[in-house]
């Protein structure tokens, strides 16, 4: 075997330990990294790796005689290793994914009633959107402890604006424990997002039904034209004033 053939197998065996340490070292870090978004770690990698492979690959092609058969075996060996580095990475990542998501859950159904308010104000998981949504599907909400959420979330969002305290706005008006004052309330919240959810509600009063569908806001029109108690003269204007999506809405909903 010629000295140039035994650099350019050495290099490649090279590149492939490279490669699994490089690997290995990315799905730890993902694995470590279990606060952060699944897969980020690992998939910044990918592109590192194939960019080393691929280099090495070329110089090992071009001491091989220059020869185009080893050059194209090289390339699909570089797009092979690629693949499944990502399929891979993604894999394990998906898999961290779902376990922390239901870690979350598990948290959120572990929290006593009477710590509820106290853990969407202080707790340092209080910004955690899996933890906040699956909380408010608890039917341990009182319409009194719902009402001072939505204070809260309205004064939060006025200090300072952010899509978290919407957000819990938005499940409060469409707990199925909300009352009519706290609806009420959150109809002049200052996020459409909150208002579409009070559209929703079909505890929602017709006088505020009203009110809402003068917002000329088509998110808004949608979910009032799929509240049952919305009056069936408003609906009818909807239907031929609003643009497609709402008259796609009333032909969904009279196909039920």
């Known amino acids: ?122 707790s340092p998981r209080r910004e955690n959107y899996t933890i906040v949504r699956e909380l408010f599907k608890r039917p341990e909400f009182t319409s009194e402890m719902l009402h001072r959420i939505a204070q809260a979330a309205l004064s939060e969002f006025e200090n300072t604006p952010s899509s978290i305290a919407s957000e819990k706005a938005w499940l409060v008006a469409a707990h199925p424990n909300v009352d009519v004052q706290t609806l009420t309330f959150l109809a002049e919240f200052p996020n459409s997002h909150v208002p579409v959810s009070v559209a929703s509600n079909p505890k929602t009063p017709v006088e505020i039904l009203k009110k809402l569908s003068h917002k000329n806001d088509i998110w808004i029109d949608e979910a009032l034209a799929k509240n049952p108690n919305y009056p069936q003269e408003i609906k009818e204007r909807l239907r031929d004033d609003s643009d497609k999506r709402i008259q796609h809405c009333f032909e969904k909903i009279e196909k039920k």
């Not at 280099?55 to 570089?78: M, Q």
């Not at 797009?79 to 870690?103: E, P, Q, R, Y």
Request: glycine share 6%; hydrophobic share 55%; aromatic share 12%.
């Open 1 to 122: 075997m010629k000295k140039s053939t035994k650099i350019a197998l050495f290099g490649i065996w090279g590149v492939v330990l490279l490669w699994a340490v490089l690997m290995i070292w990315g799905l730890f870090l993902v694995a470590w990294e279990i606060g952060c978004e699944p897969s980020e770690e690992g998939l910044v990698l990918i592109p590192v790796v194939l960019v080393v492979i691929a280099g090495c690959s070329s110089y090992a092609a071009i001491k091989l005689h220059k020869s185009w058969r080893a050059w194209t075996a090289y390339i699909a060996a570089v797009v092979a290793l690629a693949l499944i580095s990502f399929i891979v990475t993604m894999s394990v990542s998906l898999c961290l994914g779902l376990k922390k998501v239901n870690d979350f859950k598990k948290e959120a159904r572990a929290i006593p009633p009477e710590q509820f308010e106290e853990f969407l104000q202080s």
